[in-house]
């Protein structure tokens, strides 16, 4: 049974930083698409990142140029640099596999 594990999120101001990471087992990571969603109130849930099991990736067009998606196939764990931290990119972060599997969730919350 595959299981993803969030964690790294909090509370931080406008233009901080935080590193989110996603720990998975059950399955054979390292030929996954591993990504990113993030959901904010009352909005749709929204790709923020992926990472092919070749690493090339893609980002939302609002978090280019500040976000980095990473893995590691050794320890099974995606991560998620995000820099220039904004108010709207408060939401919360669920980790997914394959298009199927979702973790459960870590808040990220910018403060002004």
Same mark, same amino acid.
């Given at each position: 049974?595959?299981?993803?594990?969030?964690?790294g +999120?909090?509370?931080?101001?406008a233009?901080?930083s935080?590193?989110? &990471?996603?720990? !998975? &087992?059950?399955?054979?990571? &390292?030929?996954?698409?591993?990504?990113? *969603?993030?959901?904010?109130?009352?909005?749709?849930?929204?790709?923020? !990142?992926?990472?092919?099991?070749?690493?090339?990736?893609?980002?939302a067009?609002?978090? $280019? +140029?500040r976000?980095?998606?990473?893995?590691?196939?050794?320890?099974?764990?995606? *991560?998620?640099?995000? %820099?220039?931290? $904004?108010?709207?990119?408060? !939401?919360v *972060?669920?980790?997914?596999? %394959? *298009?199927?599997?979702w +973790?459960?969730?870590?808040?990220?919350?910018?403060?002004?």
């Open positions: 049974q595959v299981q993803l594990v969030e964690s +999120g909090g509370l931080v101001q233009g901080g935080l590193r989110l &990471s996603c720990a !998975a &087992s059950g399955t054979i990571f &390292s030929i996954n698409p591993m990504a990113w *969603y993030r959901q904010a109130p009352g909005k749709q849930r929204e790709l923020v !990142a992926i990472i092919s099991s070749l690493g090339s990736t893609n980002y067009d609002s978090v $280019k +140029g976000f980095t998606i990473s893995r590691d196939n050794t320890n099974n764990t995606v *991560y998620l640099q995000m %820099n220039s931290l $904004k108010p709207e990119d408060t !939401a *972060y669920y980790c997914n596999l %394959n *298009y199927v599997n +973790g459960q969730g870590t808040q990220v919350t910018v403060s002004l």
